[in-house]
């Protein structure tokens, strides 16, 4: 078993989910007891700051607690992340998803390893220009689920970042294609169950009606 990994964190955003970021850190603390682990409060304003830092107080060698003063969005505060401390990979979990089961970490560092210019591992999809799922193609962008995902925190320093979005990593990973930088896929649901758009579900993305365009214009096929 993997016990630490000084090299990678990890790091769960939570935006008033206290009750799916606890059961996501314990699902990986099942089988990474001993891993670094970053959580980050996105502005709640229910009782999240104060469970996560009582959790932080029961693990104050593993965990780290952020507390941001307003919602940002997850997009920008995972780019927050990537230029907060100085790990050579961050390691994205959604607060939807639980972990069944060991050795998605290593292998996922394996992975990013023996490519120089790889930006992310994690369940490789494509979409269209306007963020939305698609069969691959030649004008399609690759596509990296940020549920579980890890990053090369250098190399994602290099491209535009991260955006308040449905899907916040497109333009990064867009203009990583024009640069040759490397998506790698990885079976991360044999690992882990995402049980999706928790946080949505109970809040929405709120985008706004730019959110309502965008799928407009997807659905006429501009």
């Known amino acids: 078993m993997m016990q630490t990994e000084p090299s990678c964190v990890l790091v769960i955003i939570n935006y008033q ?3 799916l970021t606890l059961r996501a850190f314990n699902s990986f603390h099942t089988f990474y007891p001993n891993f670094p682990v970053i959580l980050v409060d996105n502005g709640s304003r229910d009782n999240s700051q104060s469970l996560l830092t009582e959790l932080q107080q029961k693990h104050p060698d593993q965990i780290s607690v952020i507390h941001l003063p307003k919602n940002i969005h997850h997009g ?6 990537l230029h907060h401390g100085d790990s050579k990979y961050v390691f994205f979990l959604d607060s939807e998803c639980e972990v069944f089961r060991e050795g998605f970490i290593e292998q996922m560092l394996e ?23 698609v069969e691959e193609s030649a004008d399609t962008i690759p596509y990296i689920r940020p549920f579980c995902m890890l990053v090369h925190r250098r190399n994602y320093q290099l491209l535009p970042p991260f955006q308040k979005h449905g899907s916040p990593c497109l333009q990064t990973m867009r203009e990583a294609g024009k640069k040759n930088f490397s998506l790698l896929h990885f079976p991360v649901l044999e690992y882990v169950q995402h049980t999706g758009r928790g946080t949505v579900n109970r809040f929405g ?18």
């Not at 920008?76 to 992340?81: C, D, G, I, S, V």
């Not at 490519?115 to 999809?125: H, Q, R, T, Y």
């Not at 993305?205 to 365009?213: I, N, S, V």
């Open 76 to 81: 920008p505060a995972m780019h927050t992340m």
């Open 205 to 222: 993305y709120q985008l706004g009606m730019r959110d309502k365009f965008n799928y407009l214009l997807h659905r006429l096929g501009v």
């Open 17 to 19: 989910t206290p009750d």
């Open 111 to 133: 992975l990013a390893k023996r490519e120089e210019k790889v930006l992310a591992v994690g369940k490789k999809i494509f979409m269209n220009k306007r963020g939305f799922d």
